[in-house]
């Protein structure tokens, strides 16, 4: 073990001399270009800030060239294959992740220890936690894809000097570790091309919507329902007015909250749950004033005649039914009708239009199911067409 361990220093000591590693590997360098082999192992992605605009991940990062100068023949020193150095005591190449999110640095440390074989090829493991910059898309929240860049560069030198190659299409990811809120769909690796010099990894993540879906937009779908029952309410009840209000107020405040955890940008798209939201506070409005304009038909004096126009609209919401006054019979008068006389009276009373008959509570009645009605199709119909743009 004292004799492997001397033969090691040994062998440090005599590669190191002369050796000046702010000089890159090359016999000629006017014919010689340097080819460094770069992999990515991609271990968890720690975070996405929407509202930032920045991803974190970890993974190891494996960069491999073959530097001339630390050759040596195994017999000379009992059969040693394999040595180490300090990242700092040979040249490294001055690698920088170019779209950091926070300050553009080296990557690796001075003391990161580094293997180097007797054939010369130099072995670089490095551990990385990368933040890099990444505009989020967020059309289709909470059912949206992400897909963000990272590009690792040579600092200080050009494609005559060196070449970054990959050998593997997509980064390993054998001991990835999932993450809460993002699945991993896809991810890509590859160097670029002249003259461009550089090596880009490519990461394809969806959102887990199952949180999102239940406590932001199932409640919102269901309180946009429950505007309808307020056209339910009885009028002499006094509480239409406050209800609608208080509907209004809920979704207002959905809206809020969803604005506070979205990026505040309009590229390429505003958040489709956004729109739906506007929608609903714009159908919440319509329906206060809707609520409010009905109860003037309930409050009118009952001396005041209804419009011709009016009770034949309020006549389409009950084809068969009597408008006419009904003058009490005596107590002693007994009235019986047979079916052939009721139909003779539904025929006659169809055919009626003496207007001065329909009362403005009816009127009231029938312009609250109308509007019930209405509303009701026009929430479904918006629900219903923003939830198959999330699914598609």
């Known amino acids: 073990m004292t004799g492997n361990s001397t033969y090691k220093t040994n062998l440090n000591a ?12 090359g016999r000629d360098y006017q014919r010689q270009v340097l080819y460094i082999n770069i992999t990515f192992a991609l271990t968890k992605i720690q975070s996405f800030d929407e509202l930032a605009s920045s991803l974190t991940i970890t993974g190891n990062l494996k960069v491999t060239w073959i530097d001339e100068r630390l050759l040596w023949r195994p017999q000379a020193y009992t059969k040693l294959k394999t040595t180490h150095f300090k990242q700092k005591e040979i040249w490294i190449p001055p690698l920088v992740l170019s779209n ?24 670089w493991f490095l551990p990385l936690k990368l933040s890099s910059s990444c505009d989020a898309d967020v059309t289709y929240y909470p059912n949206d894809e992400q897909i963000c860049s990272l590009e690792i560069l040579p600092w200080g030198y050009t494609q005559e000097h060196i070449q970054m190659t990959n050998f593997t299409s997509a980064p390993t990811a054998n001991e990835f570790v999932e993450n809460p809120i993002w699945d991993l769909i896809d991810t890509s690796q590859h160097s670029f091309k002249a003259p461009k010099l550089g ?11 199952l949180f999102f879906m239940v406590n932001f937009i199932m409640p919102t ?35 809020s909250t969803i604005t506070t955890i979205l990026p505040q940008t309009s590229t390429p798209q505003m958040a489709l749950l956004c729109y739906l939201l506007v929608t609903h506070i714009g159908q919440s409005l319509l ?44 107590e002693n008068t007994i009235s019986v009708l047979t079916s052939e006389d009721t139909e003779d009276v539904c025929k006659e009373n169809g055919n009626k239009t003496n207007d001065n008959v329909v009362s403005w509570q009816r009127v009231g009645r029938a312009f609250d199911n109308a509007c019930c009605v209405f509303f009701t199709v026009t929430s479904v119909t918006c629900n219903a067409a923003f939830l198959v743009v999330m699914s598609s």
Not at 104 to 122: C, F
Not at 199 to 209: A, H, I, S
Not at 240 to 250: E, P, Q
Not at 305 to 317: D, F, M, N, Y
Request: aromatic share 12%.
């Open 221 to 255: 779908i269901l309180m946009s329902f429950t505007n309808m029952l307020v056209f339910l309410l009885p009028a002499e009840s006094g509480e239409r007015v406050g209800f609608s209000i208080t509907v209004l107020l809920a979704i207002a405040v959905f809206l």
């Open 100 to 123: 950091s999110y926070h300050n553009i640095d080296l990557i690796g440390e001075g003391d990161m220890p580094v293997m180097v074989t007797h054939r010369g090829e130099v072995q």
């Open 287 to 330: 329906i206060m004033l809707c609520t409010i304009f009905g109860l003037r038909f309930y409050l009118r004096p009952t001396e005041e005649p209804v419009p011709r126009w009016i009770a034949r609209l309020a006549s389409l919401s009950s084809a068969c039914e009597t408008f006419s006054i009904v003058h009490p019979e005596p």
């Open 14 to 25: 005599e590669l190191l001399n002369d050796y000046n590693p702010s000089v890159h590997p």
């Open 199 to 209: 090596f880009e990894l490519t990461f394809t993540f969806k959102r887990k919507p």
